[in-house]
């Protein structure tokens, strides 16, 4: 049961374009939610997050978009750079599992989208 | 934000050998560490909480004979594969969680360069 979902494997974007990351999640006690970075071999580098009180949260050219009726979060880029090519994950958690018993460490990923701005 | 080192970055074993990865906070004690798992093209999952001078907690269907974690100081975190087969080849990664974040549970983990485990 993928509870985490990016129905995007790949997403192709022109420098100075805008790209948009869009996940998924099914569980609605999830209120804790995060975009990381990773490149090859790498581990995953954190972004920016939200928390489900907000709707948004900038972050220079990052900014996380939440809208918690659809279960839905997007991540925008802009402008996109040729550095910004790499695979993007999603991840949530539930306050619950964070206090009692994985203490905060317990992320639920999604399979990841990987981004490619050219040129 | 927090760093956190992990060594080796690829290792190489023949099946029946037992491999130690290490994770390293630098500059910061962390009484918890996490071990996550990528499989290829897959998602990465949570495999077991080390906790700094007790039993780690592992997730519903990971072995902990089979995945030995050792958190005997603040700042050093080793997962043991003992008895590799080619089906544990995967990319292991350890994490920890910003420590200016205090007791802030939501806040983000942050994940060493892991390490590519291949068993042949």
């Known amino acids: 049961d993928q509870q985490v979902k990016q129905n995007s494997p790949s997403l192709s974007v022109q420098e100075g374009r805008i790209s948009i990351l869009n996940c998924d999640y099914t569980?609605?006690?999830?209120?804790?939610f995060l975009w990381y970075k990773k490149y090859p071999a790498e581990g995953p580098t954190f972004l920016i997050s939200?928390?489900?009180?907000?709707d948004k949260n900038e972050d220079g050219r990052f900014t996380v978009f939440l809208n918690k009726s659809a279960k839905h979060l997007s991540l925008h880029i802009v402008p996109s750079q040729p550095g910004d090519s790499a695979v993007y994950f999603c991840?949530?958690?539930?306050?619950?599992?964070?206090?009692?018993?994985?203490?905060?460490?317990?992320?639920?990923f999604g399979q990841g989208t990987e981004l490619s701005v050219k040129p | 934000g927090a760093v956190v080192s992990q060594h080796p970055s690829w290792v190489i074993c023949k099946s029946g050998t037992s491999v130690k990865i290490e994770c390293r906070s630098l500059?910061?004690?962390?009484?918890?560490m996490f071990w996550y798992r990528q499989f290829p093209k897959q998602s990465l999952m949570l495999m077991a909480t080390s906790n700094e001078g007790s039993k780690a907690t592992y997730e519903q269907g990971v072995e902990k004979d089979k995945f030995l974690i050792n958190h005997a100081s603040l700042t050093l975190s080793t997962l043991t594969v003992t008895s590799a087969h080619p089906e544990d080849s995967s990319f292991y990664i350890c994490?920890?969680?910003?420590?200016?974040?205090?007791?802030?549970?939501?806040?983000?983990?942050?994940f060493g360069n892991g390490t590519r485990l291949t068993v042949t």
């Open positions: 939200i928390s489900s009180i907000k």
């Open positions: 500059d910061f004690q962390a009484t918890t």
């Open positions: 994490s920890a969680r910003d420590p200016l974040a205090g007791q802030a549970y939501n806040s983000p983990l942050h």
């Open positions: 569980n609605s006690m999830f209120d804790y």
């Open positions: 991840a949530a958690s539930e306050p619950e599992v964070r206090l009692w018993f994985h203490q905060g460490g317990k992320l639920i």
